[in-house]
């Protein structure tokens, strides 16, 4: 049986390029296999970059392909094929991830389509988005912020104490000494609401009251999902 190979990107014109807030689509490869034009196999690849300021969690996309290699007549009724996939750890700004899938009956010609984006939650200080190294974690109701990520993000400069075994975090003349469910503000011992934790071998405190300690002021759109950190 004849077998027929089409690179998929050879015959497109201009890479197909899809935009939806914050997430970018790109096609960069794949074939189609059968020998019937129109009734093949196709194995595509894309790109996704996320360009927002938020971590996306997953993506919803549509794909049409085309015996004619030409754009739908009437994109509200043509045979778009669906696919969604979950990013798992969220992708995070500026980062990228690739996309792979199958469909049958397919055709050369492919253009995608970006028709959902689930977004997590976003993070910033003073008007600057955050870009952090490692997820936030959501335990008991509580945001919780890599230690080195926060600092990273509002300024000062992270210790460990040998003989206190105490997470020292020092920021515009304010101490913090902190191990488990204590914490201590300038040598004064604070309860803390909720415990400080260990993600994968890393510290993560909880986001609001280590900002609190540390006079940065915190609003929380639960509407925007937006956490926006303020402070000198």
């Not at 790109?47 to 919803?60: H, M, P, W, Y």
């Not at 009724?77 to 996939?85: K, L």
């Not at 201590?184 to 994968?200: A, C, R, S, T, Y």
Request: aromatic share 8%; net charge negative; proline share 4%.
């Amino acid at each position: 049986m004849r077998t027929l190979t089409v690179i998929l990107l050879c015959l497109l014109a201009t890479v197909s390029t899809a935009f939806a807030a914050g997430l970018e689509v790109t096609l960069t490869g794949g074939d189609v296999t059968g020998d019937v034009r129109g009734q093949g196999t196709a194995s595509v690849e894309a790109l996704a970059v996320n360009t927002g300021s938020s971590e996306v969690t997953g993506v919803r996309i549509a794909v049409y392909y085309s015996t004619q290699d030409l754009e739908p007549a009437n994109p509200d009724t043509a045979d778009w094929r669906i696919h969604e996939f979950i990013f798992e750890p969220p992708l995070q700004p500026g980062k990228s991830t690739k996309l792979m899938f199958t469909d049958e009956d397919a055709a050369e010609y492919v253009l995608i389509e970006v028709r959902y984006v689930a977004s997590g939650l976003s993070l910033s200080y003073n008007g600057t988005p955050a870009t952090l190294d490692y997820p936030m974690e959501f335990q008991g109701g509580v945001h919780y912020i890599a230690t080195r990520d926060l600092v990273n993000l509002v300024g000062g400069s992270l210790g460990y104490d040998n003989s206190t075994y105490e997470v020292t975090l020092n920021r515009a003349g304010i101490e913090l000494r902190f191990k488990g469910g204590s914490v201590k503000i300038n040598g004064h011992n604070v309860g803390l609401q909720n415990p400080v934790i260990e993600v994968d071998g890393r510290t993560f405190v909880p986001l609001k009251e280590f900002c609190r300690h540390l006079d940065i002021g915190v609003t929380h759109s639960t509407g925007t999902n937006q956490i926006i950190l303020s402070g000198e």
